[in-house]
């Protein structure tokens, strides 16, 4: 499968956001697209998984889009299709992209589960990178030095040659998706990248995509459910 690609910027940082975890990162690269006001440059799909695509306030919501911002240099892929059983292929083809545009970076986002239930939403980080490390630690994140990662991250931290790799996990409590969690990768992302963030209507923006979300995977689940049925129908 190839990236088809409108636009190459070069020396981009690209910010990864597949469903993971209190579907984290999908929440937080929506948000990252609508706020910077950013332009679909590419786009791809798996011929092996279900085909399905979304429509929301009259447009396409591809299941996993290439959007760019020129102002910071970003290039964000946004899914929101699940990626169950092809894993390893979105980290080939992220690393892939890294490799067209001359990355300086990729920075993943994704949840990661916590056993104490709080009140509050700690961020963390890992990268291999020293001068990365640094950094992340300067903008107030904790490393991760426990964990067990899963999904599409766990794959690009495996895959991802072509770039340095970050990944910032915010902590949330729940599989269900968690807005306030992503809120706070935003926060950290703002102190990380210097994008001028304003925070004022972030939970409620951030809520806003969240219901958006739970909308658009429902149907896509409803859809599954009826792909399930027939193909039962046929058997037996």
């Not at 070069?10 to 929506?30: D, K, Y």
């Not at 999904?151 to 690009?156: D, H, I, N």
């Not at 149907?219 to 009826?226: A, E, F, N, P």
Request: include cysteine.
């Amino acid at each position: 499968m190839e990236i088809i690609l409108n636009k190459k910027p070069q020396n981009a940082t690209i910010i990864e956001g597949f469903p993971g975890f209190g579907l984290v990162g999908t929440i937080a690269s929506e948000f990252l697209i609508e706020h910077l006001n950013c332009e679909l440059i590419g786009k791809f799909w798996f011929e092996d998984l279900p085909a399905t695509i979304a429509i929301h306030e009259g447009k396409l919501v591809h299941p996993v889009g290439i959007y760019y911002n020129k102002k910071y240099n970003l290039v964000i892929v946004h899914a929101i299709a699940g990626a169950s059983k092809v894993e390893w292929k979105i980290a080939k083809l992220i690393d892939d992209l890294a490799k067209k545009l001359k990355a300086k970076e990729i920075i993943s986002l994704e949840g990661v589960g916590s056993a104490t239930p709080s009140d509050t939403n700690r961020v963390f980080y890992f990268s291999k990178d020293p001068k990365l490390e640094k950094k992340l630690k300067g903008a107030g994140l904790e490393p991760l030095s426990e964990g067990i990662i899963i999904g599409v991250t766990s794959a690009v931290m495996l895959k991802a040659e072509a770039a340095p790799l970050s990944c910032i996990f915010a902590e949330t409590h729940s599989s269900l998706p968690d807005s306030k969690a992503a809120a706070k990768i935003i926060e950290a992302l703002d102190k990380y990248l210097g994008l001028n963030v304003d925070y004022k209507p972030l939970i409620a923006m951030a809520e806003k995509f969240e219901e958006k979300l739970k909308g658009i995977l429902q149907k896509s689940r409803d859809v599954m459910g009826d792909k399930q049925k027939k193909d039962l129908s046929y058997v037996g």
